[in-house]
């Protein structure tokens, strides 16, 4: 293990590649924001995830220098690179409320179904990271978003498109997979489409904004 200090903690991850640990989970978008403006030498590749960010290393490239200057950049909080407001866009989701769970997730929230549709357009979500699936993003609201327990037992079969919760993320299926999230709606928006030149919709960093579509 390569220490950082109390804030930053770095972990060998194989031969090629480290895992930063940032001491608060707040402080993930700013870790990631800063080591991508840096262009550090041997970094060829960043993947956040939840509280974690991977960091792949060049064949070529010193692990241990790599940790170096990775120690280097992130020793000053103060310093670190602002978080840009428009990292990678804006996406707006159109959805028709009419998941199956819809009515019990807003009697788990203690809202009617207005006032939870209301709580799920009338907020800004960011996507903090991609995984499951190719094109699954995990959204983080902008503003204090009550944890949704995930279903007791899981669903086989997801339909692709269904907006989904569970914990503090909310989040559209690109495609038909098994799923324990809570349905609340459904969306034709296209999450990972290879005939794009960016595959997936969104990236680590978009922001995303849901709109009610008419049913």
Same mark, same amino acid.
Request: net charge negative.
């Given at each position: 293990?390569i220490?950082?200090?109390?804030?930053?903690e770095?972990?060998?991850?194989?031969?090629?590649?480290? %895992?930063l640990?940032?001491?608060? $989970?707040?402080?993930?978008a700013?870790?990631?924001?800063?080591?991508?403006? $840096?262009?550090?030498?041997g970094?060829?590749? &960043?993947?956040? #995830?939840?509280?974690? &960010?991977?960091?792949?290393?060049?064949?070529? $490239?010193?692990?241990?220098?790599?940790?170096?200057? &990775?120690?280097? %950049? %992130?020793?000053? *909080?103060?310093?670190?690179?602002?978080?840009p407001?428009?990292?990678?866009?804006?996406?707006?989701i159109?959805?028709?409320?009419?998941g199956?769970?819809?009515?019990?997730?807003?009697g788990l929230?203690g %809202?009617?179904?207005?006032e939870?549709?209301?709580?799920?357009?009338?907020r800004?979500?960011?996507?903090?990271?991609?995984?499951?699936? #190719?094109?699954?993003?995990?959204?983080e609201?902008?503003?204090?978003?009550? $944890?949704?327990?995930?279903?007791?037992?899981?669903?086989?079969?997801?339909? #692709?498109?269904?907006?989904?919760l569970?914990?503090?993320?909310?989040?559209?299926?690109?495609?038909?997979?098994?799923?324990?999230?809570? *349905?609340?709606?459904?969306?034709?928006?296209?999450?990972?489409? *290879?005939?794009?030149?960016?595959?997936?919709? *969104?990236a680590?960093?978009?922001r995303?904004?849901f709109?009610?579509?008419?049913?």
């Amino acid at each position: 293990m390569i220490s950082t200090g109390d804030e930053v903690e770095i972990r060998r991850a194989g031969d090629r590649a480290l %895992l930063l640990l940032p001491g608060r $989970a707040e402080l993930l978008a700013g870790m990631l924001a800063t080591v991508r403006s $840096a262009g550090v030498p041997g970094v060829t590749d &960043l993947l956040p #995830a939840a509280e974690t &960010l991977m960091i792949t290393i060049d064949a070529d $490239a010193d692990q241990a220098e790599v940790a170096q200057d &990775l120690r280097a %950049l %992130l020793a000053d *909080l103060a310093a670190w690179a602002p978080v840009p407001d428009d990292e990678a866009g804006e996406v707006i989701i159109p959805v028709r409320y009419d998941g199956v769970d819809l009515e019990e997730v807003a009697g788990l929230l203690g %809202l009617g179904v207005p006032e939870l549709i209301a709580a799920h357009t009338g907020r800004v979500w960011r996507c903090r990271f991609v995984g499951f699936t #190719a094109g699954f993003g995990y959204l983080e609201s902008d503003q204090p978003w009550q $944890a949704v327990p995930r279903r007791a037992q899981s669903r086989t079969a997801v339909p #692709a498109g269904s907006v989904g919760l569970a914990d503090r993320y909310s989040a559209v299926y690109p495609r038909r997979a098994p799923g324990g999230w809570q *349905l609340i709606g459904t969306t034709d928006i296209a999450m990972w489409d *290879l005939g794009r030149p960016q595959s997936a919709l *969104l990236a680590p960093g978009t922001r995303v904004r849901f709109v009610e579509a008419d049913l």
